[in-house]
């Protein structure tokens, strides 16, 4: 495994940020294994642990998710020169989670790809990683591209690579917006 952590937790948070200029630098598996080993490890409902991580490493294919696969209005030219492309996917035949959200209305393998992708970002931003979240794309293109089993529905993609770029930090809300106290939300 490797071990380069310098961080605490809170600053590894703080620092993290979508990457979207990466360097023409393979990444090597170990590196993208360990990120996938921290997705793992991450809760799941039922602990049935759905999420599963296509690594398109592949030029054509990743050359054919950013002219294909991606949703017009919102450009991502960076893409393209991240030397990796993420797929996660969640199994759909978890029965817990087809059945469940009939009762709750909480789909549950949305929260599962969700902590698992986002334990890989926080593991590929202590490496030296960058990443980003891409939800704007073609979910029937992706799957036809990387050949993906009708079993499992494709959630997210996501970028990953060495940053060519300072970070960019986005405003978020304060505290007091986002956190109430018992009966008191407004
Ligand atoms: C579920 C999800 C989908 C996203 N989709 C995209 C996307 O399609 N394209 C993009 O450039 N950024 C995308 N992002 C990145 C967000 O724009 C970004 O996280 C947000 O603006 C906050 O900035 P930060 O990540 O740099 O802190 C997505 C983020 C999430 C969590």
Redo the contacts with the bound molecule.
């Keep these: 495994m490797l071990d380069n952590s310098t961080k605490n937790f809170i600053d590894l948070v703080r620092t993290?940020?979508?990457?979207?200029s990466y360097l023409e630098k393979d990444v090597p598996d170990e590196a993208i294994e360990q990120c996938v080993e921290a997705a793992r490890l991450a809760p799941s409902a039922c602990n049935k642990q759905p999420c599963r991580f296509i690594i398109v490493k592949d030029a054509e294919l990743r050359k054919r998710i950013c002219a294909e696969a991606?949703?017009p209005g919102?450009p991502?030219p960076?893409?393209r020169q991240a030397p990796v492309i993420v797929a996660l996917c969640a199994e759909k035949s978890v029965i817990t989670h087809t059945i469940a959200p009939f009762i709750s209305g909480i789909q549950y393998q949305l929260i599962d790809v969700?902590i698992a992708?986002?334990h890989f970002v926080l593991q590929a931003q202590e490496l030296g990683l960058g990443t980003?979240?891409?939800?704007?794309?073609k979910a029937g293109k992706a799957r036809k591209i990387l050949t993906i089993p009708g079993s499992f529905q494709i959630i997210?993609?996501m970028s990953l690579g060495y940053p060519a770029e300072e970070?960019?930090?986005?405003e978020?809300l304060p505290l007091e917006k986002i956190m109430f106290r018992d009966n008191q939300m407004k």
């Design positions: 993290r940020t979508s990457c979207r991606l949703l919102l991502m960076w893409l969700g992708g986002e980003c979240w891409i939800g704007w794309f997210s993609l970070p960019h930090f986005s978020r």
